[in-house]
């Protein structure tokens, strides 16, 4: 290996190893302290004694609890723009686009509740001014941009960005507003038995809005 023992790389990549461990451990534990007791509630103490871990191990992998929040909220949205892109090519008009866009919403919130909860709390963080440096906005911002793509095809040339931006708000609002209901009150099977009338009002409101 070019004069390089190969012996001396083994320990590197077992304490990569062992160290990604440790991170995801702690990111499992700051979820579901999270989504359990809320963000302002949980502690470092908490989470790392979910994680089973020191606080000294904490420090070397995020710099405080908003760190470990802002990683929690970059991954979760990560996974839904990955959910909710489709291939341009993808055959049907507005009216499909937009259950598809519900469907893959739908579909990754039943799959993953406590990330949907997550995001629902940094929302709040966000409105309650309580995200100085804009650093868990940007997750947000760019999950807006990536409705505004799957819009894009059929938009008519020239519309104003705030209208775009507004359409795209307007998506996320009703889907994320419907779940923080229907979280409340409904299993998961009486949510996927509404899901069509649901679908249905969500298609023709924003076809109403982008009437407008």
């Known amino acids: 290996m070019n004069g390089v023992d190969k012996n001396t790389l083994w320990p590197m990549g077992r304490a990569q190893r062992r160290a990604g461990k440790t991170r995801m451990k702690l990111l499992d534990a700051a979820l579901a302290v999270f989504t359990e007791i809320g963000v302002d509630a949980a502690s470092i103490e908490k989470i790392t004694e979910r994680a089973d871990v020191g606080k000294g191990t904490f420090y070397r992998h995020f710099a405080d609890k908003r760190s470990l929040l802002q990683a929690l909220i970059e991954e979760a949205i990560e996974k839904l723009n990955v959910r909710i892109t489709d291939d341009a090519?993808?055959?049907?008009?507005?009216?499909?686009?937009?259950?598809?866009?519900?469907?893959?919403?739908?579909?990754?919130?039943?799959?993953?509740?406590?990330?949907?909860?997550?995001?629902?709390?940094?929302?709040?963080?966000?409105?309650?001014?309580?995200?100085l440096t804009g650093e868990i906005e940007a997750p947000y911002l760019r999950y807006l941009e990536t409705l505004e793509r799957q819009m894009a095809t059929f938009l008519p040339d020239g519309m104003q960005p705030t209208k775009i931006r507004g359409l795209s708000c307007a998506?996320?609002?009703?889907?994320?507003?419907?779940?923080?209901?229907?979280?409340?009150?409904?299993?998961?099977?009486?949510?996927?038995?509404?899901?069509?009338?649901?679908?249905?009002?969500?298609?023709?409101?924003?076809a109403k809005f982008l009437a407008r």
């Open 89 to 131: 090519e993808t055959p049907g008009g507005f009216e499909t686009r937009l259950e598809r866009l519900f469907d893959e919403h739908v579909n990754f919130f039943l799959q993953y509740p406590r990330q949907y909860i997550l995001l629902f709390q940094g929302r709040m963080f966000i409105k309650l001014g309580r995200d």
């Open 171 to 206: 998506i996320a609002g009703f889907v994320f507003g419907f779940f923080s209901f229907a979280m409340i009150g409904l299993t998961k099977e009486e949510i996927e038995e509404s899901l069509r009338p649901v679908r249905k009002a969500f298609v023709d409101s924003m």
